[in-house]
């Protein structure tokens, strides 16, 4: 077995691009998940209080 190769020739231009906005989306999404488990959070804290 070869080793791992990362060069995609003449696709390249759209591969990358592709990857780039792929990890940016995943990215965008956990810290919205992140940023709702914590308002979450803090409501319950909230609510408890009460």
Excluded: H, I, N
């Amino acid at each position: 077995m070869t080793g791992l190769t990362l060069d995609m020739g003449q696709y390249a231009a759209f591969v990358w691009p592709a990857w780039g906005a792929s990890l940016l989306g995943l990215a965008f999404v956990v810290v919205r998940t992140l940023m709702a488990a914590r308002r979450w959070s803090r409501a319950l804290k909230d609510e408890a209080k009460r």
